[in-house]
């Protein structure tokens, strides 16, 4: 189905585009060493051949991104929490647009004209069945859903994530309490971006016994698990839930595990090995397994993230690394793990290349390595974020945000017990 482009118009359009397509306003990407004391020597750290390397760039993200286009990188996953226009005075600058402009309604063209041509950009760099998610709340959303529609196109449109994000509300508001915010979800090309993927099935044991099926025989080994009462149950047939299996020999139960191997025959589905590995008996006498975890489906991903952690949990985070509120509003790993867990791997086994161009506190580096270790999917990031001042007094040791995100991405990546290879570098001004 072919939708018709509906086209956001506002003031300055036409010359944000054209920035997207001139050449990057700076003199390319040179090594860079952070302030922390934790990332002395880290630009030298080994490439290791199993292990991915991530890299954290600082320079302004137009500027970056359009490197990495003349580079020909390619991302099977972006994400971005950009700025969201709110005005409120925050670590990072939170406001597009002069006083006189936003009275006008000018804040919101001033936003767009700086996320316009980055958004641009970002769907060259991604992959053709790559996926990008951006966070958002309602004072943007609606301005940015339609302009990434007209630059993605709508049936590229996979969903509108809803999460939630405290868990109390706030009593300030004027008139109705804010708890939710969005992860707008795009496709580069839906026809071809695999299915994303939800939450794995609460299956946890399945039946081992077909009727269908031919009879074979198995055996029982000693030590195999008995949820049944302890005793002797004699040989002979045996029906439960109107599945019939004959024990050739009489088996003894006692706390909980078979004595002696015992042969048996039924119409069993799956091999001897599986069932040793993961069968066991019933409280009624019946025979059933586990479900092994390579063997857990997924769910059809949803657009319900109320029960995602939360910003509390961010901050948490971050305390437990900077040991203060250096950060406002930083994004929890959980919810960047939850978003990297709903795109499969990609073909031919290679590693998920990532992408953030609003890096603030760096988290999705983090949520990356957390999802990695949970998944055993290979994943290299590539986080981008300006040398703006931190506006927070409790940021005042560290001379801009990229130095607090390259800070927290070593420090706590340490914190978590991993050792992943990180490339710090920095875009320099052109001669």
Not at 10 to 23: N, Q, Y
Not at 255 to 268: A, D, L, M, N, T
Not at 316 to 341: M, N, T
Request: proline share 7%.
């Amino acid at each position: 189905m072919k939708f018709q482009v509906l086209e956001l118009v506002w003031s300055g359009k036409s010359d944000s585009a054209l920035r997207a397509h001139v050449p990057p306003d700076h003199g390319g990407l040179v090594p860079w060493l952070p302030q922390s004391p934790l990332l002395s020597g880290a630009i030298s750290t080994p490439l290791l051949p199993d292990l991915p390397s991530h890299r954290i760039i600082a320079g302004d993200n137009l500027d970056v991104l359009k490197t990495l286009r003349v580079a020909g990188d390619s991302f099977d996953v972006i994400y971005i929490d950009p700025p969201y226009n709110t005005g409120s005075p925050l670590t990072y600058n939170d406001k597009k647009g002069s006083g006189r402009e936003a009275r006008a309604g000018g804040a919101s063209a001033a936003w767009l004209n700086d996320i316009y041509p980055r958004l641009l950009v970002a769907r060259e760099l991604l992959d053709e069945a790559g996926v990008i998610f951006v966070s958002i709340d309602d004072n943007e959303a609606c301005h940015l859903l339609t302009v990434m529609r007209e630059i993605f196109g709508h049936e590229n449109h996979l969903g509108t994530i809803k999460w939630r994000r405290k868990r109390k509300p706030s009593f300030l508001d004027s008139h109705m309490s804010s708890v939710l915010e969005y992860v707008v979800v795009f496709a580069k090309n839906s026809s071809v971006c695999p299915r994303l993927l939800g939450r794995p099935t609460e299956e946890s044991t399945r039946p081992v016994l077909n009727a269908s099926n031919k009879i074979v025989g198995r055996i029982i080994p000693a030590g195999f698990p008995a949820h049944c009462p302890d005793g002797e149950y004699p040989a002979g047939e045996f029906t439960n839930r109107s599945l019939t299996f004959r024990l050739h020999d009489p088996l003894k139960v006692a706390q909980g595990k078979v004595e002696h191997s015992v042969r048996i025959s039924g119409p069993f589905r799956i091999q001897q090995e599986l069932w040793e590995k993961t069968g066991f008996i019933t409280r009624n006498f019946g025979l059933r397994r586990r479900v092994l975890a390579e063997e857990q489906k997924r769910r059809h991903a949803e657009d319900d993230g109320t029960g995602w952690p939360t910003n509390e949990d961010a901050q948490d985070e971050l305390l437990s690394v900077f040991g203060e509120r250096i950060f406002d509003f930083p994004k929890p790993v959980g919810l960047l793990s939850q978003l990297l867990s709903m795109v499969p791997p990609p073909r031919g086994g290679r590693t998920q290349r990532c992408l953030d161009f609003y890096a603030g506190s760096g988290s999705f580096l983090i949520a990356a390595l957390e999802q990695s270790r949970a998944d055993g999917l290979a994943r290299s990031v590539d986080l981008v974020q300006s040398r703006e001042k931190a506006r927070s007094a409790s940021a005042h040791q560290f001379s801009d945000i990229a130095e607090i995100c390259a800070h927290r991405v070593m420090a706590d990546s340490r914190h978590r017990g991993f050792s992943p290879s990180f490339y710090f570098l920095q875009s320099v001004h052109k001669e």
